[in-house]
């Protein structure tokens, strides 16, 4: 099954305005200078969406947020609906991510609601998925990864409106990444436990992206595995130089 890769960069709580459109700018040049064989996403926080969208203008780059609330509109002070992305020029979202399931207490449930408000409006999501460095020491990896998925994946999923990140939480931002092994081992388990729930056609074309320290250097090896279909990175794609790279070596 050939699965197009897709490179992605979380920009997280990075960047005022001037620093963003100068890297938005810079990726989508390098973008623009080659061909290259795989999609592409940037996710700059919500505050620099909509002057992203116009660096992105006439390049194959997507725009994505990093969270969306489940609601259309309404009260929710300081949240932001799946409406207000897709007017923005979102086409995508990331939910899930450890950071949110940590720091605001997302719950399976919650982050499987949000999937399903977001498919229903029209945004693809990226769903973020991995275990802490605890749960790896005591050999809980593949089935906390299963009860993620079971749990945050909604019954709609496709493969067109769902990308699956396995990011192992010790991982990220660590410069520790798990053996090119490991990672095949947790990405196929992964896919195993897509097509107990989403049946193998899905299961099949479905992406799963890596997470977690992802470099330049290391990005071929962990790129080339047979069930890691992309990249989910933090630290390397704020440098336009570095996120260019990890596209490069990973589609060689
Ligand atoms: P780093 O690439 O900085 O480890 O971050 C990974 C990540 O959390 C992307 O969502």
């Given at each position: 099954m050939v699965r197009k890769k897709l490179i992605a960069g979380n920009w997280k709580m990075n960047c005022l305005q001037a620093e963003g459109i100068a890297l938005a700018k810079e990726v989508a040049a390098k973008v623009k200078a080659q061909k290259f064989d795989c999609d592409f996403l940037i996710c700059p926080p919500f505050t620099l969406l909509g002057a992203i969208k116009k660096c992105l203008r006439g390049t194959k780059i997507a725009l994505g947020a990093q969270d969306v609330h489940f609601a259309e509109k309404g009260a929710h002070t300081g949240d932001i609906s799946s409406l207000m992305l897709t007017d923005l020029g979102c086409t995508y979202t990331i939910i899930g991510h450890s950071e949110r399931r940590v720091d605001h207490f997302e719950s399976n449930e919650l982050i499987n609601k949000k999937a399903v408000a977001a498919h229903q409006a029209g945004l693809n999501t990226v769903i973020c998925i991995g275990e802490t460095g605890e749960e790896r020491d005591a050999g809980k990896t593949i089935k906390v990864c299963q009860d993620e998925i079971d749990g945050s994946v909604p019954n709609d999923a496709t493969a067109k409106n769902t990308v699956i990140a396995y990011e192992p939480i010790w991982a990220i931002g660590t410069g520790k990444t798990p053996t090119a092994a490991d990672v095949e081992e947790v990405h196929a388990a992964i896919r195993k436990a897509l097509t107990k729930k989403l049946g193998k056609?899905?299961?099949?074309?479905?992406?799963?992206?890596?997470?977690?320290?992802?470099?330049?250097?290391?990005?071929?090896e962990l790129l080339s595995l047979p069930d890691v279909d992309g990249a989910l990175i933090g630290g390397a794609s704020l440098k336009a130089e570095d996120f260019i790279n990890i596209a490069i070596n990973s589609t060689k």
């Open positions: 056609a899905t299961a099949n074309k479905m992406r799963i992206l890596y997470g977690g320290s992802v470099k330049p250097s290391n990005a071929a």
